[in-house]
């Protein structure tokens, strides 16, 4: 079974500076997918990046991006030029190729001073 | 709005009642999937629908818990004989079938079994 690791319960980051967040994931398959997902409080998840396996150039978009090391198993991201409205949990979730189910971490909490 | 619809949005109930959520997703989506995140947990994965057909279900998912979506738009989650331990966010998802296609999530169903 596929499992999921975000070993940073909180994180802080002031305005404007960089913060990242570190994922690993565990699998024995080769083919497959990775994302972060936002969750504010009371509102909704929603994806702020994924990443194919099979990519070699990491995924970015906007002020996020990630550094994906597939032989350490690595899916961090790094969200520059933080805001307060970036403040959130962020998950990192993992799916295999072929399926549409999600594993998920435990989260990660991110705190943002002004 | 066209997301992810899920009611009620908070639900207190008794131990030993049974209790109904229910989920509307985006239009066009054939893909459904059930999620369960407990406090300090990620989500984790119950069970999904492509149209009507209830193609997975995870271990999580007890006796008592049943998920219908009988003309593939809707869904139902029903937990029969409720446990404290079954309190949590139960949260909604839709996809359109293919290849890492994003998921959107709904606001969830948060339960307080007491």
């Known amino acids: 079974a596929q499992t999921v690791t975000q070993s940073q319960p909180e994180m802080s980051v002031q305005e404007a500076e960089t913060v990242t967040l570190s994922c690993t994931y565990d699998?024995?398959?080769?083919?497959?997918?990775l994302f972060w997902y936002k969750q504010p409080p009371s509102r909704q998840m929603i994806l702020v990046i994924r990443q194919e396996a099979y990519k070699q150039q990491n995924a970015t978009e906007n002020r996020f991006s990630v550094n994906f090391q597939k032989a350490a198993k690595s899916f961090s991201l790094k969200i520059s030029d933080s805001q307060l409205g970036d403040a959130a949990m962020y998950f990192c979730?993992?799916?295999?190729?072929?399926?549409?189910?999600?594993?998920f971490g435990k989260g990660t909490m991110l705190l943002v001073s002004p | 709005d066209t997301g992810v619809s899920q009611n009620p949005r908070h639900k207190i109930t008794k131990r030993g009642q049974n209790v109904t959520f229910r989920c509307d997703p985006i239009s066009e989506h054939n893909r459904l999937y059930w999620y369960r995140q407990t406090l300090g947990q990620g989500p984790e994965f119950l069970t999904y629908?492509?149209?009507?057909?209830?193609?997975?279900k995870s271990r999580l998912l007890s006796d008592r818990f049943s998920a219908e979506r009988p003309k593939g738009s809707f869904s139902t989650l029903e937990i029969q004989r409720t446990e404290q331990g079954d309190s949590a966010m139960y949260l909604c998802?839709?996809?359109?079938?293919?290849?890492?296609?994003?998921?959107?999530f709904g606001q969830g169903t948060r339960l307080t079994v007491v």
């Open positions: 979730a993992y799916m295999n190729s072929g399926y549409s189910t999600l594993t």
């Open positions: 998802a839709s996809s359109i079938q293919g290849a890492n296609t994003e998921a959107f």
């Open positions: 629908f492509q149209n009507e057909a209830q193609l997975e």
């Open positions: 699998t024995s398959e080769s083919d497959y997918y």
